[in-house]
């Protein structure tokens, strides 16, 4: 009877959030009340109120978008076989998109200790499609694609924590929603450009979010639960604002290395030599690929911080773990690597499959039995 009880209680939580019928307007963050490991304010202060001196800098690197042929070689040349000062393997997020996908090689990136996120199903290009969406639509989008990212890659669902909205474009309380629903922990879609010098540090949305709405709706609500962990902008060459990388307008130009290794070193002491909010280094594969005068400066930025002591590349689930728990740097060194089990993946090429949404037949690589048609929006596994 007790575990009927818990179930059925269960059930009118998911119920509440699917309709939103519980939201109630976020309030102003009470400090005494919200206190970690679950509960954080929008703040630049540094979790456990170390000194700046003490606080690990993360570099949180992620791409996004699917993975395939073309961007695979990069990745490996970039970021295959690299260690931080501590001796522990470099993380990176991989936030990506179902179509066009080869899911085996999003299996190599798992095994090689990589983090998966999502980034939806469709990645639709239009915007008001996101700005709009509701908590069902985000369910079909993300909610489902954690299984299918799960199912064909052959990765543990459970290792799947968390995800970027197509463009940034802000889904205002359904994202939240369908992140408490969908068992996802954080969120790296929210930019801000008030909170740069000093940088915002992540935080819960138990209260009301201090951070500007660069893309609105950006949530209102008091949703427990899910992390934000902002996305601090950088600072372009005119004093532009730029959350990616890719989208800093005045920037060094295609094949200026000592310019783009400048670049990359003045935006990254903005938060070195101040309060160590994690600095992050957004932007897809194609970008780097086709500025030279970007990829070499970028490898010389990454040599160099993985031979800094209190400098760690980490994945975004990395650092919501360190704020929840927040240790001292001196500390953070000597904890035990991360071991990883491998999962297996036997490649397999499927094609020609049909879909509804597209004249064009696709052809995929996965790590296990072809399904019947293209997986899509409300089939997710091509049953």
Not at 229 to 250: E, N, R
Not at 317 to 323: L, P
Not at 343 to 360: K, V, Y
Request: proline content about 8%; aromatic content about 14%.
């Amino acid at each position: 009877m007790r575990t009927a009880t818990v179930l059925f209680s269960l059930v009118l939580v998911a119920f509440a959030y699917t309709k939103g019928e519980e939201l109630k307007l976020a309030e102003p963050c009470d400090t005494e009340a919200c206190k970690l490991p679950s509960c954080r304010c929008s703040s630049s202060a540094i979790p456990g109120d170390l000194e700046p001196r003490d606080t690990p800098q993360f570099v949180v690197l992620t791409f996004d978008d699917g993975v395939n042929v073309n961007n695979i070689p990069l990745y490996r040349n970039l970021l295959y076989n690299r260690v931080n000062k501590n001796r522990c393997n470099v993380g990176v997020t991989f936030f990506v998109n179902h179509e066009y996908t080869d899911y085996s090689l999003v299996n190599e990136l798992y095994n090689r200790g990589f983090e998966i996120g999502l980034h939806s199903i469709t990645h639709k290009t239009d915007t008001q499609y996101w700005r709009e969406a509701s908590y069902e639509t985000m369910m079909r989008e993300f909610g489902d694609q954690k299984t299918q990212m799960a199912h064909f890659a052959n990765i543990p669902i459970s290792a799947i924590h968390g995800l970027r909205s197509p463009f940034l474009q802000m889904s205002g309380n359904s994202t939240y929603q369908m992140m408490n629903s969908a068992g996802l922990r954080y969120d790296l879609s929210w930019p801000t450009i008030r909170f740069t010098d000093p940088g915002l540090w992540p935080y819960t949305l138990h209260y009301e979010s201090t951070q500007d709405c660069i893309i609105p709706p950006c949530p209102t609500a008091s949703i427990p639960g899910p992390w934000i962990l902002p996305m601090v902008a950088w600072t372009d060459m005119q004093g532009f604002p730029c959350s990616m990388v890719d989208s800093c307008y005045y920037n060094p130009g295609s094949d200026n290395e000592e310019g783009w290794f400048k670049f990359i070193l003045e935006n990254f002491e903005r938060h070195y030599l101040n309060n160590r909010a994690p600095f992050g280094f957004y932007i897809h594969e194609w970008y780097i690929r086709v500025n030279p005068g970007l990829q070499r400066a970028f490898t010389r930025f990454l040599d160099m911080i993985n031979n800094l002591n209190d400098v760690f590349m980490v994945n975004g689930n990395d650092v919501i773990d360190w704020v929840q728990n927040p240790i001292p740097v001196d500390e953070y060194v000597k904890k035990d690597c991360q071991r990883l089990t491998p999962a297996a993946c036997r490649p397999t090429s499927c094609g020609p499959l049909q879909s509804d949404h597209n004249p064009t037949s696709y052809y995929m690589t996965i790590c296990n039995r072809c399904p019947r048609r293209y997986p899509w929006l409300n089939d997710p596994l091509g049953e």
